[in-house]
Structures are given as C-alpha cells and as structure tokens.
C-alpha cells in the first residue's frame, strides 16, 4: 500500500540539471501519494567534496538528515515545509545532496503519527529504512531485538528492519547486512536503505511487494511503481522476489539472498510523463473518466487478425491446451471483481464454459476444486494486488492453467502466470477505478471470445461481428461522458441522502455493484447494490419514502422485468433514477430523474451503462468537497493481506 521511493545520483552539476535532490524526492512521492497519505518522510546523505559522506560537527560522524510529518491527508504539504531550508540546495559550500530515501505512508501497524512516519532508523541513527509491506513475525523480532539491548521509538513493524541491518553491520558491508537481516523476516517487503557510512551508494530488496528500478543520466533510482521514475529514467527494470541490489549512479548490482549473482532485464514502459500528469483537468478522477475511450481503442489495438478473427499473442499458452479448458475461475478484488462478474456472461454464453467469480481473499480458503484443465483468470490493475498474487500461487500449485490481466507491463502478476492480457489503459492515479475497470471488461470478453473461436462454438462472421460492435464503443462510450452537465444536476438533486440501493439485472446487477461501490469509495454515502429481482426476498424492507434507487435499466434481456422492479420501489415512495438507453420513453416514464445512454449491443453494454454511474458518484464527492483522488482509508494498490 505505502509508496517508496530511493535515488542516488552524480553530484556533478551537468549530470543533474537545476532541480535538487529534495525537490526531486518530493516530486517523485507526489506521484506516489495515491499509494498511502496518512504520514511522508524522507531522508537524505550529502558528501563532501572528495565524495566522503558529511561529518556532524558535533558526533564527528556521518549523518543523515530526516524530515517527517503526519497532518491528516496533507502531510506531504507539510512535509515540503519542512524541507523549504534546503529545497533548493543543489550543490552547497556544506556538502551535496547525492542520495535519499522517500515514504508515503498507508498505516498498517501504528496509528498515524510522525513518529510512526517513515524512514525509521536504527539506535545510532546511521541507517535509514522505508518499507512497503508487513513483517510477520514481527511481535518475534521485536523481542529478540529489545532483549538485546536496542530501543525501539515507534509502534511500527518497519522500524525493526533498520535495527536488523544495525546489529549485522559490525563486521560487513550495508549490502551484506542487509542481505542477513532479510534472511531473518517473515512476510512482504520493499525496502530501501540507506548508511550514513556508504556515501554513493544505496541498498534495496523486495518480495511479493512491488519495485522497480529505472536508470538515467548518473541517476539510479527505485519507487514502489512506474510514474514516480517517469522523466527521470531512461531504462527500466523490475527486481524479483527475494532479489537483493546495491545502486549507484552508475551501476547497479544484483544478488539473490544467497549471494549468488543475478541479471537484471529491462523492461518495456510505452508511458511519458504527460500521461501520469492532469492535462487541465481538476483532478486525476476526471481526466482517468474522460480517457476511457482512448483506452479502450487502445486495449483493442492489434487483437484482430487481418481475416477478421481474434488473435491474442500474450496469452502464451497453447491454443489446444485453451481448447480443452471445461472450467474458468476469475479471482479480483473489488472493482476487478465486478469486471469478473461481468464476463461471467461472456464466457458462459459464447464459450459456454461454466465460470465461477471469485473474491480473491476467500479464494484460496474455500478449497476450490481445480484441475489441469481449469483455467484461473486472475485480475488486477496494478499486478500487484496481494490476494490475487496469493489465488495465482495456489492455482499454479494444482498445476492449472493461469492467464492475467494486468495494466503493468512485467507487474508481478504477470511474471507468475503463463499468459497475460494487458489492459493498456495507461497509468491510473485515482485511487477509484475507471478506466482500469472499463478496460478490464474488454479484455476478459476478448478472452471469452477467443475461448468461444478455439472451440468453434461461432462462426467466423460472428465473431468479426462482435469485434466490429467492440470498435464502436469508444464513441458510444463518448456520447454518455459529453452528458456529464446532466449528471451533475441530478447530483444536485440528491446531494442531501444518506443511503442510496442500486438494483440492476443480467449484466446491469454487476454495474449497479460497481456504481455502488464509487459511491462509497469517493462520496462516503451507504450505497448497496442488489439483483432487482431479490428486492421482495428481504431488501425491499427498507425502501419508503425518499429512499433514492438507481435502477441499471438499459434494454437488455431483462428489461420488462426491471419495468415491475421500478414499480415495486416507486409504489413505496422512493426517489428513482434510472439508467435508460436512449429514446426509451417507457422506462424514461417510471422514473423521478432519467439518465440517458446511447444503446449498446448485448453482452457489451456495461462499459457504457457504468459511465453515469462514475459521474454520478465523481459529482457528488466534489458537491461535497471531497478528494476525489485520495478518498479516505483507502490506497490505489493493496498490497498486503
């Protein structure tokens, strides 16, 4: 959940530009900060002019300078503050920043607070730590390590590390202090570490928590993900589980936690800078809402092959192997979920493959029944989604066939599985999903459509047609977003309620899970989805007067019955807006505040009918001067259990 970052680089003036090494730190967790808002810190190491690291006047020692605070949600505001004495110091008569280490925080173990804030540092204070994941066996080390004598300042799991890598270090380097000390923890990490005693360089290590690593110009750098490394790297690379590096500006070294050297592979990243930023918009929701088209032409681009047919190279499992799968599992966690539940339809009407939808967290603890041919779906935007990694390992443990779908290129997701879908929606920054989630239905419909072509159960000009019908929704998709002013009013309308059901049926009940769950994530109203039809075995009970109901009423299969379903809630007095197609008059008659869309094909209609729903929810949150972005308690990725 917490987003890290480190960098070490050249202190040669050419080599660095005019920004320093604080204000580059800064900038870099700004672009991290949907991971975790509740604390940020950083720490930095200067050198001297032969490239020794600066001596405390006082200690006669090397220091490290740290800066953290903990104010709400704008703690990196008030960390800037703190930083203002030295933000612009880039090459100073009293040594030069050359390296630092960065954290925004998600607390796990330890309330908010500055002194639970990141970086921690061992007794001496010469080493510094920040770490995204869980410790496990933390209650265990904590007791051996204060029975030893050291002195723990905070109620965090992460501290423990930098007295770790301390009580190593009386006869190694920080490399293999760092290397022993790991051997000795239990659970998730990404850590980044820093040694007033190593003055050009820095040590990282991760497993089962994300990091990459990017290169530049006498720069190197790691950060919990990709847009915190975009303008500064020109290579990328991703370092495994349980792999251990030494960066310098120059060089990077990678070991395993044997020792044993490793190589290091670059990676693809297609993003710039431009994409991680707000071109214009207020806010990342808004302009993440309004690129939903783009991504799925983008998501779509280069699948069909030039007689009409649907090619998906990724997949990397044979296509006879996909033939013979008799049971699909798709395993997410919240809005990937609802994607799964969405293509439950597809695969099972076109492929005609019985499908189950799992949420990640119970997956693996219901002893599902698997086989080698079964085929698990796992879905994550990030890839980095630690319920799902954890389905993914039991899957390909009973030697079933594993396909992701993943928005990040090399994500560990996609590492662990033999095929993968990649979503290409870009980098998303808003904590709420929109168009990950639209873009993930895309993809798991081609893939029921690809599953339906292996077995032959359509033929060639159906599926040409079903793909063509797939190109037109990006227009179609833009025609329900150039409604926004419309959504907005009814927003308005309805700013003041307190608990808002949505019903839907067929694909719309799924929709209506996802609309419910923006509104809660960025308007924090008690919002509950339901099948329409389940109304009268309990639900109903609470609908009377001024009750708001959004009904997912498009013309799909169950139309006419979503019709009695209307009826039932509005002869209890209940504030309906529907979600209607476009020159519906009927349905548009039954309701209090219609919401049009144009009218998509079966079985594709969801990522247009949830369009309403995400301004819906995005309208309200601003009406009640919520951040979109960062909605409270919650982080972009989870990554831990």
């Known amino acids: 959940?917490?987003?890290?970052?480190?960098?070490?680089?050249?202190?040669?003036?050419?080599?660095?530009?005019?920004?320093?090494?604080?204000?580059?730190?800064?900038?870099?967790?700004?672009?991290?900060?949907?991971?975790?808002?509740?604390?940020?810190?950083?720490?930095?190491?200067?050198?001297?002019?032969?490239?020794?690291?600066?001596?405390?006047?006082?200690?006669?020692?090397?220091?490290?300078?740290?800066?953290?605070?903990?104010?709400?949600?704008?703690?990196?505001?008030?960390?800037?503050?703190?930083?203002?004495?030295?933000?612009?110091?880039?090459?100073?008569?009293?040594?030069?920043?050359?390296?630092?280490?960065?954290?925004?925080?998600?607390?796990?173990?330890?309330?908010?607070?500055?002194?639970?804030?990141?970086?921690?540092?061992?007794?001496?204070?010469?080493?510094?730590?920040?770490?995204?994941?869980i410790i496990e066996n933390w209650r265990e080390l904590a007791d051996e390590l204060t029975a030893t004598g050291h002195h723990l300042e905070s109620?965090?799991?992460?501290?423990?590390?930098?007295?770790?890598?301390?009580?190593?270090?009386?006869?190694?380097?920080?490399?293999?202090?760092?290397?022993?000390a790991t051997k000795r923890i239990s659970g998730s990490f990404a850590i980044a570490i820093m040694d007033a005693n190593s003055p050009n360089s820095l040590v990282v290590v991760r497993r089962l928590s994300p990091l990459v690593m990017g290169t530049g110009k006498g720069i190197c750098m790691t950060a919990s993900d990709i847009p915190a490394l975009l303008g500064l790297a020109d290579t990328y690379y991703v370092l495994e589980d349980d792999e251990?590096?030494?960066?310098?500006?120059?060089?990077?070294?990678?070991?395993?936690?044997?020792?044993?050297?490793?190589?290091?592979?670059?990676?693809?990243?297609?993003?710039?800078?431009?994409?991680?930023?707000?071109?214009?918009?207020?806010?990342?929701m808004g302009k993440e809402l309004n690129e939903q088209p783009t991504a799925i032409k983008d998501t779509l681009l280069g699948r069909v092959a030039t007689n009409g047919s649907l090619t998906m190279d990724e997949t990397r499992i044979d296509d006879d192997a996909l033939r013979d799968v008799d049971k699909v599992f798709v395993v997410g966690c919240g809005s990937s979920f609802h994607s799964g539940l969405i293509?439950?339809?597809?695969?099972?009407?076109?492929?005609?493959?019985?499908?189950?939808?799992?949420?990640?967290?119970?997956?693996?603890?219901?002893?599902?029944?698997?086989?080698?041919?079964?085929?698990?779906?796992?879905?994550?935007?990030?890839?980095?989604?630690?319920?799902?990694?954890?389905?993914?390992?039991?899957?390909?443990?009973?030697?079933?066939?594993v396909i992701s779908i993943s928005n990040v290129v090399d994500s560990s997701i996609t590492r662990h599985t033999g095929g993968v879908i990649y979503t290409r929606a870009g980098p998303e920054v808003g904590v709420a999903a929109t168009k990950t989630f639209s873009t993930q239905i895309i993809a798991l419909q081609m893939l029921a459509l690809y599953l339906a072509q292996l077995k032959g159960l359509l033929y060639p000009d159906e599926i040409k047609t079903i793909l063509e019908q797939m190109r037109t929704l990006p227009d179609l998709m833009q025609i329900a977003l150039d409604r926004s002013e419309k959504v907005l009013t009814v927003a308005e309308e309805i700013a003041s309620k307190r608990d808002l059901f949505y019903i839907g049926r067929n694909t719309g009940y799924p929709v209506a899970l996802e609309g419910a769950l923006k509104m809660k994530e960025i308007a924090y109203l008690r919002a509950e989805a339901y099948p329409a039809g389940e109304l009268k075995h309990g639900p109903i009970a609470l609908i009377e007067p001024g009750t708001v109901v959004i009904a997912v009423a498009t013309r799909g299969r169950l139309w006419e019955k979503m019709h009695a379903n209307i009826s039932e809630v509005k002869s209890r007095g209940a504030t309906v807006v529907g979600i209607i197609n476009d020159e519906d008059d009927q349905t548009a008659s039954l309701v209090d505040y219609a919401l049009f869309v144009p009218r998509t094909p079966p079985l594709l209609d969801a990522v247009v009918d949830i369009i309403p729903l995400q301004l819906l929810a995005y309208h309200m949150a601003k009406l009640k001067g919520f951040n979109v972005d960062r909605p409270r308690n919650l982080a972009k990725t989870v990554t831990v259990e």
Request: glycine share 6%.
């Open 244 to 284: 251990i590096a030494e960066i310098s500006p120059d060089s990077i070294r990678v070991f395993d936690l044997n020792g044993d050297t490793r190589e290091l592979h670059p990676i693809l990243v297609s993003w710039d800078i431009s994409a991680a930023q707000k071109s214009g918009y207020d806010d990342f």
């Open 343 to 401: 293509a439950k339809y597809a695969l099972e009407h076109w492929a005609r493959i019985p499908t189950e939808i799992d949420i990640s967290s119970e997956f693996r603890y219901r002893d599902p029944i698997l086989n080698s041919s079964s085929l698990v779906v796992g879905v994550s935007q990030s890839g980095e989604t630690m319920d799902t990694l954890r389905a993914i390992s039991l899957a390909k443990s009973s030697k079933t066939k």
């Open 155 to 180: 109620e965090t799991d992460s501290e423990l590390i930098a007295h770790l890598i301390e009580e190593e270090t009386s006869d190694v380097d920080l490399l293999e202090a760092t290397r022993r």
């Open 1 to 133: 959940m917490c987003g890290i970052v480190a960098i070490v680089r050249s202190t040669t003036p050419e080599e660095n530009g005019s920004e320093s090494l604080p204000e580059v730190l800064i900038s870099c967790l700004n672009k991290l900060e949907y991971r975790g808002y509740d604390s940020a810190g950083i720490a930095l190491g200067r050198v001297e002019e032969g490239g020794a690291s600066l001596v405390d006047s006082d200690t006669k020692r090397p220091t490290i300078e740290r800066f953290r605070a903990a104010v709400s949600t704008r703690s990196l505001e008030e960390l800037k503050k703190l930083l203002e004495p030295i933000a612009h110091t880039t090459h100073a008569p009293t040594g030069n920043y050359n390296r630092g280490i960065g954290h925004t925080r998600w607390a796990t173990h330890g309330r908010p607070s500055e002194r639970n804030a990141h970086p921690h540092q061992d007794c001496s204070g010469s080493i510094a730590v920040v770490h995204n994941g």
